[in-house]
């Protein structure tokens, strides 16, 4: 099954499945599933919770799903393990470089520019109340987006439903986050790839069975003036775009969701930084570092485990 969602498209793959009227019902379910957490959840549409709640300048406790208060509380929780390198509030620096949901020339903005937005940022000026689904604001201006956790928490919600409707062994992916269940069609661990910063062939494949992956990169979204590379993700810390050497990280978790929120924390993080927190944290994570004018591997031991030999 596949189709689209937040902005790219999703697979899912479920072995013994039978009568085709039970797979288009499930799929109906599917879709259903995603445009509500797309109405949840994205930044783009402006009748969203989240859009609404962004432009809200109330800073009293505000009412909201349970998807939006979950996928919030997470987020904040990763914030803190993290030490700030992941932020869902860096939202304005974001839309100050142009990457964001309104559409603007890309540029370098300027030191000022900078500084400014980031008096409009900060995970500690969000507070949640998950057991009354409710949510605050510290400051009026305080912007959220969740690109960063979204996909990842929709692939989460996916495999609930295929669960709950008594499906053992499936795969979901959004964009590139994935999900695993049991065995794939062959009674094996599902095999999935890891793309080459090049995005030509694979860099690796990886043997899952109810575990998650999730990959962030800097190399589909950037810009370049006069030979520079600037990310499309931004470290909150200095409010630019990460210049290190790390391309891109692969991370495992049990549930997608904290997969695609520590891969963009590690992202932003870079190498050194990004491969301790890992060690710390017993986190599988794979890495495709630039060094000089190739690409090296480095994996956590943890992560080995997964690497299908010889791919």
């Not at 499906?167 to 992916?173: R, S, T, W």
């Amino acid at each position: 099954m596949n189709g689209q969602t937040m902005g790219t498209t999703y697979s899912i793959k479920i072995v013994r499945q039978h009568a085709n009227t039970k797979k288009l019902k499930i799929q109906f379910r599917i879709d259903s599933v995603l445009i509500d957490i797309n109405k949840k959840m994205s930044t783009y549409l402006d009748d969203s919770e989240l859009t609404k709640f962004n432009n809200s300048k109330d800073t009293n406790w505000i009412k909201v799903s349970q998807d939006l208060v979950i996928v919030i509380s997470q987020a904040l929780e990763v914030s803190e393990a993290s030490g700030g390198f992941y932020d869902i509030t860096v939202g304005p620096l974001v839309n100050l470089w142009g990457f964001g949901p309104v559409f603007k020339n890309k540029k370098i903005p300027s030191p000022d520019e900078i500084e400014e937005r980031k008096k409009s940022i900060g995970y500690h000026n969000i507070l949640v109340d998950v057991e009354n689904s409710k949510i605050k604001k510290k400051k009026k201006n305080i912007y959220c987006d969740l690109s960063s956790i979204a996909k990842g928490y929709g692939v989460d919600k996916v495999a609930m439903l295929l669960e709950r409707v008594g499906i053992k062994n499936y795969m979901v992916e959004i964009g590139g986050e994935v999900k695993t269940k049991g065995k794939n069609a062959k009674n094996e661990k599902w095999r999935i790839g890891i793309a080459t910063p090049t995005n030509v062939g694979l860099q690796n494949i990886v043997n899952l069975s109810n575990y998650s992956m999730a990959t962030s990169g800097d190399y589909l979204n950037y810009f370049e003036e006069n030979g520079v590379r600037y990310s499309h993700t931004i470290n909150p810390k200095t409010g630019k775009p990460i210049t290190h050497k790390l391309a891109s990280v692969s991370v495992i978790h049990d549930e997608c969701s904290y997969a695609d929120a520590f891969a963009t924390a590690i992202d932003v993080m870079g190498p050194e930084k990004g491969y301790k927190f890992a060690l710390q944290r017993n986190l599988p994570i794979f890495m495709i570092v630039r060094e000089n004018n190739s690409f090296v591997e480095k994996m956590t031991p943890q992560f080995k485990n997964f690497i299908t030999k010889g791919k």
